[in-house]
């Protein structure tokens, strides 16, 4: 119910207050980390509550975060009941039966006293590089059950009344292959909370509690009703998609995901019935990852300025059916599911909503986070290492705009490693690392490049792990769009032989091998035969199409001189010079 005592002016001013203090438990959180997974990466996010549990304000850093934190809390909170906090607490959970996400994600949870009462909570999320199992990078494909992929932390205190549980601290040091950044790494998410724990405490001495908790309910009673507001404007009626996911690691088998898309005035139901069962490798993805992913996508098509909030997804319902990869039983392996799965369940609801929402969606991006990881040990610094990062890819093209080149897109938003950081801090060498000219698909306005890396093994008996999807099926491209160039994987041993590497791969390389990692392009969209000849010549100039696929795409052929001419069925015309 509104306030009576917030206008909307001083609504705004509040609720830039909780998102600042977000903001700047992220900003400690990626200084004060020790991997580079974090610190470099940004492969985190920072969040307050109220203090039964509901998202108030979280910063906008990954995607996959935003949709997993509303519900992390409440569940943690029937574990420990806010009357058994304890002012100093701080609580770890990775469990993704629990917390929803996989085993690398660890949360921190602290409760925010004020003179001895629970005013709000933080928390925070981040990636780390390792948590144990079969693998370094704790994301293995050969993994068949949630065991095989580390440690599991069922919401334990590793912090109790303001004093570290140094039992605890031994546990994880010792259960992980790079102790020394996973201890680095949860100070710093302690950090990140305490700094939240200082900031709210100024605001409410500014105000005061009531007035404080009035805003927060009020901020997200606001998300609620400009969300269905924007669904109001969205016809009645029911959308359907289905796409593909290729293999779970284990088989190659075809993976169906179907979403339909239920809209009724000013609520929102998707229902995931048809998809297919949970699988036996680790792309199962939790309720909370698929609750995450629909969160974001209707987020993004609906009212992409909309406040992150628990209001902003009470006016949406979620049907995963039990048993299946978007709802699998305890134990399936999920670490996967996060790198594509996630992808795959995004691009169901763009497709869906594309039938309804055509100027409002775009062509399919490069499906996939495209996770690697590689580890072992370096025999110069006599430690095990974890290297840990998502490649990004090529944006689906948009109603007025090409994709963007070579970026992480949907459910990811990390930065990339700097060649410099990975060469100082691990056992490779960059031997190149760019955007694949001619990958993003063809239409009035393309998709977005892939990108590839090739790396030289310094070591032997490392680890690599793939987890990478769109081998096979091109990213869609709409509106007589074509579809983006597949991705591809290829290792070369020592000798010289080339292997070409399934999507999702798991193995030992040796010292000296070379692998060489090729993202997928982004579909484009609308027809290629419409594009702007300006456009075509300047991708040409730029290296970005060639002479041949200017004429075979997009009927365009350059004559001397820089022209670029339309050829037509009767005649060729000239258009433009590019300048």
């Not at 850093?61 to 943690?76: A, D, I, K, N, R």
């Not at 420990?80 to 993704?96: H, Q, R």
């Not at 490798?281 to 974001?296: L, R």
């Not at 007589?480 to 798991?506: D, F, H, I, R, Y």
Request: glycine letters at 10%.
């Amino acid at each position: 119910m509104f306030s009576r005592k917030i206008d909307g002016i001083t609504l705004e001013v509040m609720k830039n207050a909780f998102y600042t203090i977000a903001e700047e438990m992220g900003v400690t959180l990626i200084r004060t980390a020790l991997s580079t997974n974090i610190k470099d990466r940004m492969d985190c996010s920072t969040a307050i509550y109220t203090k039964n549990g509901d998202l108030v304000a979280q910063a906008e850093h990954v995607p996959l975060h935003l949709g997993l934190m509303p519900s992390v809390v409440h569940e943690v909170l029937k574990l420990f009941p806010p009357d058994l906090l304890k002012e100093g607490d701080a609580i770890l959970i990775n469990d993704p039966y629990i917390s929803g996400s996989h085993l690398p994600d660890i949360f921190m949870i602290s409760p925010i006293f004020l003179h001895g009462k629970l005013v709000g909570l933080a928390a925070n999320i981040a990636h780390h590089v390792d948590v144990g199992g079969l693998s370094p990078g704790s994301m293995s494909v050969k993994a068949t059950e949630i065991f095989h992929e580390g440690l599991r932390i069922p919401a334990v205190r590793i912090q109790r009344e303001g004093v570290l549980d140094q039992e605890m601290i031994r546990l994880l040091e010792k259960n992980v292959r790079t102790g020394k950044e996973v201890l680095g790494d949860i100070y710093a998410q302690l950090a990140a909370n305490k700094v939240a724990e200082t900031r709210l405490i100024d605001l409410i001495e500014k105000h005061s509690v009531d007035f404080v908790f009035d805003c927060m309910e009020e901020i997200m009673n606001y998300s609620d009703r400009r969300m269905r507001a924007a669904i109001t404007k969205v016809p009645n009626g029911s959308y359907q998609f289905k796409d593909i996911l290729e293999g779970d690691g284990i088989t190659e088998d075809e993976l169906e995901i179907q979403a339909l898309v239920k809209v009724a005035e000013d609520t929102i139901e998707v229902d995931f019935t048809g998809s297919a069962k949970q699988t036996q490798g680790p792309v199962n993805s939790t309720h909370g990852v698929t609750n995450a992913c629909v969160y974001y996508a209707l987020k993004a098509i609906l009212d992409s300025e909309v406040p992150p909030n628990a209001g902003t997804y009470r006016s949406i319902k979620i049907h995963a059916p039990k048993g299946t990869i978007v709802n699998p039983n305890f134990p399936a392996p999920v670490s996967n599911a996060n790198s594509n799965t996630s992808q795959r369940i995004t691009d169901t609801i763009f497709g869906a909503l594309v039938q309804v929402l055509p100027e409002r969606s775009m062509a399919a991006c490069s499906g996939t986070m495209n996770g690697f990881a590689i580890g072992g040990f370096d025999p110069e610094k006599e430690s095990y290492f974890s290297y840990v990062e998502t490649y990004g890819g090529g944006q689906g093209g948009l109603l007025d705009l090409d994709g963007m080149d070579g970026v992480h897109t949907n459910m990811t938003n990390t930065l990339n490693t700097p060649v410099e950081v990975m060469e100082q801090t691990f056992p490779f060498f960059v031997n190149k690392y760019g955007l694949i000219d001619g990958s993003g698909g063809a239409g009035k306005f393309r998709g977005g490049l892939g990108m590839e890396r090739e790396l030289t093994l310094l070591g032997d008996d490392f680890t690599i792990t793939l987890m990478s999807d769109r081998q096979k099926h091109q990213p869609w491209g709409l509106f007589n769009g074509k579809g983006g160039q597949t991705s591809s994987c290829t290792l070369v041993t020592p000798e010289g032989e080339k292997m070409a590497l399934s999507s999702k791969v798991t193995m030992k390389a040796d010292k000296g091998s070379k692998i060489r990692l090729a993202t997928a392009g982004g579909g484009g969209y609308g027809s290629p035969f419409e594009r702007d000849p300006q456009f075509v010549l300047k991708d040409v100039v730029l290296g970005h199409i060639d002479f041949q696929q200017a004429k075979e795409d997009y009927g365009v052929v350059l004559e001397e001189e820089g022209i670029a001419v339309h050829e037509a069925e009767t005649s060729r015309v000239r258009l433009a010079q590019y300048s």
